[in-house]
């Protein structure tokens, strides 16, 4: 079968969506979500499949697209459509086995005294049209079929999702994938729509919607607070999933720093450098006790920074805003620019840029704590363990906090490691925040203002949670309950029946 | 032994607290927190065991503060007593058992290709110091040691309780009761403090504090969105989890109406004048289909109504308020008054109302879905199945939605209650929505506007993830985890490992 999506790779202009687009899109998104919320887990998993399979056929079509619009290497983006695709697969097996949605059952006491108590029953349930903002850092996996998409449309929600104007043919094609799979499998129409919007106005636009439910983002600081900040004065306000980036800070203990200063440098300088440092979880501050050791430490980073080549960014805005940013680091009194990469001499590229501060400065300039997207790292130097703490007091909210050290380190360390816990996430020992794994425990979220919303990730299978809600059924006769709350337990899903987990029926 | 508490019963006036006081409340917090969040749940369990101990040893002082100060009967005082006693013992058991931190495990496998997989595992962890804003409907179970306030001590979290000033005396016997509990068992101090505030000032300073990590209130409409919008402002915005209220609706299909209409519209009527109707769960609205069986339900009801007696409010405010409300019921054209009681003719009483509409004016007429808090129903005559469809499409979010229905009802009418789970977060076939379960699937919240959350509870023991998130520890060597999460499951918790429920230990 010749591929159904290439006759749109073409410089096709993709102007803004009217509000009227928008507002259809929404509505029939309603219509649909009012049908599809009652679909059983093994019809929307078919529904995920199905998508998945149209990207794996399409993939080097796909692939030609993205590395046009968004100049990021071939293999990374291979390997980007590949754990997209493991993805959608890990929600459709979600959907599949079923537990997912959180069944508690207490059942009834009929003769409790002084009343008797009522059967009450338990579970997760979609909330309606959810608007998703793709990124402009991974075209696929946090895009138009990525994990936003993905998890909306497996917890029963519809989607209207608004491409990012940084590869608005990518999203063209992705999005026909989508809506071709739902209609092969007949998914009712509208269950996912797409909207293309460079201005802030059509944006607004969505978040002010009142059939819309949630909102999940990824993406600036600037751009996350300002959706939250509307979705907040509605009449109704809703919840805003934002992901707005950190700076990831790495400390490295005095132990491992001695024995394993060159092999760890080389490592944080590799994930530093990762497709042009332009992932959320890119380590951006590195902190470590002056010692010799940390002078090897520093020299062996900086080696890998000014040998690595200047590389094309995203876009134009995000290039001239890492140029802003490290222009503005190298002007500053208390921070000192330690070495450039770009030996190629490239025109129009990020240039590597490693500084260092001492942790006094760091502490007090609140500048230095954001963050610089792209390939440029912050070294931090402690004299001690007590900076060390005073640096982890300063800190904002993370999605990410690593710690390298041996099992000395770690001990010597603990009470650091245990308050870290209050700023991040997730918490690394001894390795690169870059590489965020699509499981059931990953956290990839963290306090504000990494996110907005620091119970909820938008990476692994939990992330399904931020599209629903607990709904409680009280008296129902058997029959009428939702089949995952019947007394006979038919999909064999785990429940919570009066305080145990079981795949018991109830007799 | 005596008990400690008597001294305080006079007619001891309460200032406001100062700017100061909250500060240094706030600061105590964070720093008994900063300790509190590595206890066990064995000793947590124990404080809070502590503090329902110390509330039964004065049982009899307590009730006879809450009688004088909220004029609800003693017998109703009570059995909130004794609920909030039960409710505490259950987040206490919740904490011995363990399993509610939701352990996940994701082991790491060294051998995958392309990159080796990391060992992941999350849980949930406290979030920081919490403010609860006490409810003046329920001085024992929604107050000072009440749902809020024992969630979060039970997640790990410190309180700073806002005393609602309806029943300050009452407030003070019970944060004495908790603070002396936590002395006792050497919990640290400032892990609960109480401070009074009339204004609204006091109690906005507390949402602003930097280290205040999340609110939780209960009570009315407009405090609780002043309260939200407060928190949404922030540099850093916060969670608010809001109940406010509901009106309620109950459904009566046509077969049940013919053959139990009396026996519905006693229960009913007992239910809304439950506690001179201070029940956010009260039942406000009530539709039937147009017939002779609904004319027979409404004298039924009606009777129950004019022959009820007028009772004293919890406040002047409420009652106020509550006056308001039915006259400009009464005075609406499309609202007919059918009656009212207080045939005992007390002063500064609320006389209890019962108001009809027809289904179209109540559609129409959007302050109609405003919240009554009082003994008053407006009874919403529907014309068929399609009315009843349109009404429930009229719906805001509500606390809870009650249908009654024989099984051909149910069956007749399926589409009407599959829609109304959109609008409720609880939903009641055959009973009565007053009487909260405190339980494991209760769940007593729903979309705004009866909440600001529509993803929390206030009552049963999921309500205590309202204050904790998950925290992710990636590649930790097995001992410098928390014990929830190390190999050995030497708490016994149910934990889910590559995706499937066990207590297995890991090899």
């Not at 590395?67 to 990021?72: I, N, P, S």
């Not at 983002?217 to 509605?234: H, L, Q, V």
């Amino acid at each position: 079968m010749p591929s159904t999506i290439a006759q749109s790779i073409n410089n096709k202009v993709f102007p803004d969506a009217t509000v009227a687009a928008i507002n259809e899109a929404v509505q029939k998104g309603h219509n649909a979500f009012l049908l599809y919320r009652n679909f059983s887990g093994v019809a929307k998993a078919n529904f995920l499949e199905a998508i998945a399979d149209g990207i794996e056929y399409e993939r080097s079509v796909l692939l030609t697209t993205a590395m046009k619009e968004t100049f990021l290497a071939e293999a990374r983006l291979n390997g980007e459509i590949t754990r997209t695709i493991n993805q959608i697969k890990l929600f459709a097996d979600l959907l599949k086995k079923g537990s997912w949605v959180n069944a508690i059952i207490d059942e009834a006491q009929p003769e409790r005294k002084p009343l008797p108590k009522p059967d009450i029953r338990q579970m997760q349930k979609p909330i309606g049209v959810v608007t998703v903002f793709g990124a402009s850092n991974f075209p696929f996996a946090f895009s138009t079929a990525g994990g936003d998409t993905i998890s909306a449309l497996a917890s029963g929600c519809a989607v209207v999702y608004k491409a990012h104007p940084a590869h608005p043919q990518l999203s063209e094609q992705v999005a026909k994938i989508i809506i071709e799979a739902a209609q092969k499998i007949n998914m009712p129409a509208g269950i996912f729509s797409m909207i293309h919007a460079a201005a802030i106005e059509p944006a607004l636009e969505l978040v002010q919607h009142p059939l819309i439910k949630a909102i999940a983002f990824t993406g600036s600081f600037k751009a996350g607070r300002s959706i939250y900040d509307a979705a907040a004065k509605r009449e109704e306000p809703i919840p805003v999933y934002a992901e707005m980036g950190s700076i990831n800070p790495v400390f490295i203990l005095p132990e491992i720093l001695q024995h394993r200063g060159d092999e760890i440098a080389k490592s944080l300088a590799a994930s530093n450098l990762l497709s042009t440092g332009q992932f959320c979880t890119n380590p951006g501050i590195i902190i470590a006790n002056e010692s010799t050791d940390r002078e090897n430490f520093q020299n062996v980073f900086l080696a890998s920074i000014v040998n690595a080549n200047g590389e094309t960014m995203l876009t134009d805005s995000i290039l001239n805003s890492y140029n802003q940013h490290t222009k503005k680091l190298a002007a500053s009194d208390e921070v000192k620019l330690l070495g450039k990469g770009n030996k190629m001499g490239k025109q129009n590229t990020a240039e590597p840029c490693m500084f260092s501060v001492s942790a006094d400065a760091f502490i007090s300039n609140h500048e230095l704590h954001e963050e610089v997207f792209g390939p440029a790292s912050l070294h931090v130097t402690a004299m001690n363990k007590d900076d060390m703490m005073k640096i982890a007091a300063s800190l904002k909210g993370q999605l990410t906090i690593t710690i390298w050290g041996t099992e000395n380190d770690i001990t010597e360390y603990n009470e650091l490691i245990n308050y870290l816990e209050l700023k991040a996430g997730r918490i690394i020992i001894n390795g690169v925040p870059t590489g965020v794994e699509v499981t059931h425990a990953m956290m990839h979220g963290g306090p504000y203002p990494a996110t907005t919303d620091s119970k909820f990730t938008s990476v692994g299978t939990t992330s399904i949670y931020r599209f629903t809600r607990p709904v409680c059924y009280q008296n129902f006769d058997n029959k009428f309950l939702p089949q995952e709350l019947q007394n006979e337990n038919s999909l064999n899903i785990v429940r919570m029946i009066n305080g145990e987990y079981t795949t018991n029926n109830i007799d």
